[in-house]
């Protein structure tokens, strides 16, 4: 299987994007989803994380401005962003990881090759 990001761009400040990323065989059944991101400098770190039920998990900073979801017909995944702030700015990943169990911490197995996200002021 594999996961294919799309989406990215540069959009100012309290503007808008959708991300989605193309999950071949992840969407379904017994797999954990989720949306990573990693700016320059920074350790990567979860944003947003589905489990098989379509329950959802978000870091605080992306509360209310983040809504992660998924089309099981599609196998598609998607991170739909809004008020976005410079600080979002980063490379987005999809990823996913086998099993019920689904979690912000937990490592997950499998990787996009990620969308560049840029947010100017």
């Known amino acids: 299987g594999q996961l294919v990001e799309s989406g990215g761009g540069s959009v100012q400040a309290g503007g808008s994007l959708r991300l989605s990323c193309a999950a071949s065989?992840?969407?379904?059944?017994?797999?954990?989803m989720g949306w990573f991101r990693q700016a320059p400098g920074k350790e990567r770190e979860a944003v947003a994380i589905m489990d098989e039920n379509d329950i959802t998990s978000y870091i605080e900073s992306v509360k209310d401005r983040f809504t992660i979801s998924k089309d099981n017909a599609k196998n598609t995944l998607y991170l739909q962003m809004s008020s976005l702030k410079p600080e979002d700015t980063a490379m987005y990943y999809c990823?996913?990881?086998?099993?019920?169990?689904?979690?912000?911490?937990?490592?997950?197995?499998?990787w996009g090759q990620g969308t560049q996200v840029t947010v100017s002021s």
């Open positions: 990823a996913a990881r086998s099993g019920l169990y689904c979690s912000l911490s937990l490592r997950f197995t499998y």
């Open positions: 065989q992840y969407a379904g059944s017994s797999y954990c």
